[in-house]
């Protein structure tokens, strides 16, 4: 990631919502970075997209592993890839998360997941902090972010 990026997030209004987010789901991928432990290098890659995208906001209705697979298909869809892609392996993703942490289970996990959630990683951060200057709150650049597609779409 480039500093230049990184700056409105090291400098600005720690109470923004995505200037926290931001610099929470940095510290957890800090840590994953310099993991040499498998799981656990996946395990908190994992922690800090479920930092920069769970809001609650669908817990009772859907649950946590649908609201990860809802923003971060909305986060992350292209033309390449539909939402409906991205959300199946965000659920493919957050299994092979509850496998580790409910049942000492690594053996789904793979390189590419590895990889994979590192860089969604990268892409979200760098997402957020470049408009962190513009929204206050992740609900907020969620709703920016589904109008942007359904103009594009």
Avoid at 120 to 133: E, F, P
Wanted: net charge neutral; hydrophobic share 35%; aromatic share 10%.
């Amino acid at each position: 990631m480039l500093k230049e990026e990184m700056e409105p997030v090291f400098f600005g209004d720690k109470d923004n919502d995505l200037v926290k987010r931001c610099l929470q789901a940095l510290r957890w991928y800090g840590m994953a970075v310099r993991d040499i432990f498998r799981p656990d290098k996946f395990l908190k890659f994992v922690t800090a997209l479920e930092v920069l995208v769970l809001t609650g906001q669908y817990n009772g209705e859907y649950g946590l592993t649908e609201e990860f697979g809802e923003n971060l298909s909305t986060l992350l869809s292209h033309p390449k890839k539909t939402k409906e892609q991205i959300k199946k392996e965000m659920k493919k993703i957050y299994s092979i998360r509850s496998s580790i942490v409910h049942s000492a289970d690594d053996n789904k996990l793979k390189e590419e997941h590895i990889t994979r959630v590192q860089n969604q990683c990268r892409i979200i951060i760098c997402a957020l902090a470049d408009n962190v200057s513009k929204y206050e709150d992740f609900n907020k650049f969620l709703e920016y972010v589904v109008e942007l597609r359904s103009k594009t779409s």
